[in-house]
């Protein structure tokens, strides 16, 4: 299965991926996680990056294709990934097409996991408690989500024009929004 989670900041899309990798055994790739890893080790992307994350701007597309492009040319992506974070933009979509079908990996199902605006900016704010993340806080959050729906918005059409989205309510238990995602996926709920 080769999935494409959709989700506005806080939809909790790196959640629902984190379960659905102990359910399904898919492989996580986040490229949140991949940029803020990099930025920790303090290579030349993970600086650039992390300026760029800190204002809640996108990194550019040809540094992040070249990231994707990397991750998904490894070997343990045979059996399948969860993508999370990417694309974020239409160039980003049409980039992401290019790369799997010449890996002979075409995605098979995106899920645009649906929270409403007052409950995303509620579980951001839990976040930025909980884990500290810089991006998560002030006029960084209020531009992750203008950024959100002036680039990334349109993606869920692009998927939707392929016939591949599913949307999901984000809303409730995550073991609830976990059900919703497998059923989608034809996989089978949890043991009884
Ligand atoms: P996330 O953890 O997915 O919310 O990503 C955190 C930040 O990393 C975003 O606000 C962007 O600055 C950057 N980022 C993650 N994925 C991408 C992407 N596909 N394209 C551009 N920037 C990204």
Known sequence: MRIVLLGAPG??????????????????ISTGVLLRNAAKRGTELGL?????????????????SDMVEERLG???????????????????????DTMLERLGKPANQAIQIDVD??????????????QGRADDSGEVVRNRMRVYHEQ??????????RGLLTHVLGDGRVEEVLERILSVLNVNHAPA
Do not use: C, W
């Not at 070997?75 to 980039?95: C, H, M, T, W």
């Not at 990334?152 to 024009?161: G, S």
């Open 11 to 28: 939809s909790g899309k790196g959640t629902q991926a984190k379960l659905m990798v102990e359910r399904l055994g898919l492989l996580h």
């Open 74 to 96: 490894r070997e343990d992506v045979a059996d399948g990934f969860i993508l999370d974070g990417y694309p974020r933009n239409l160039a980003q979509a049409k980039s992401l």
């Open 152 to 161: 990334t918005a349109p993606v869920i059409d692009y998927y939707a024009n």
């Open 48 to 64: 650039k990056a992390k300026s760029i994350i800190d204002r809640g701007e996108l990194v550019p597309d040809d540094i992040m």
């Open 117 to 130: 605006l007052e409950q995303l900016i509620e579980r951001i704010a839990r976040r930025a408690k909980e």
